[in-house]
């Protein structure tokens, strides 16, 4: 059974840092896609940043360029992000997520951790 459990949240002031952890088990797929979709409050679950070892590719949207890191190690089966400059509009609850096959497809997530920024 494949389990995901996210580390990491709290509340931090505004232009604050947290990173992130995921931490998985029952599966080897060190290689596939893994990524983080926070949701905010009333918004949808959209990726801030994935990563996928097989192709060598790390994407992340416009709004967390420079500021937010994933990385990955694989031989822990941990992935990683690293925030930075943290915004109030970066509150939301954090999800980790894994693909099961080599591609963008997420099968997988794990419970979540809250991420509050004050400002």
């Known amino acids: 059974q494949v389990q995901l459990v996210e580390s990491g949240g709290g509340l931090v002031q505004s232009g604050g840092f947290l990173r992130l952890s995921c931490a998985a088990s029952g599966c080897t797929f060190s290689t596939y896609a893994r990524a983080w979709f926070p949701q905010a409050p009333g918004k949808e679950r959209e990726y801030v940043a994935r990563?996928?070892?097989?192709?060598?590719?790390?994407n992340y949207v416009n709004s967390m360029k420079g500021r937010f890191t994933i990385s990955r190690d694989n031989a822990k089966n941990m992935v990683y992000l690293q925030m930075n400059s943290l915004r109030a509009e970066d509150t939301a609850v954090y999800y980790c997520a894994t693909a099961r096959m080599d591609g963008w497809n997420f099968d997988y997530w794990g419970q979540g951790t809250k991420v509050t920024v004050s400002s």
């Open positions: 990563i996928r070892t097989s192709v060598s590719v790390t």
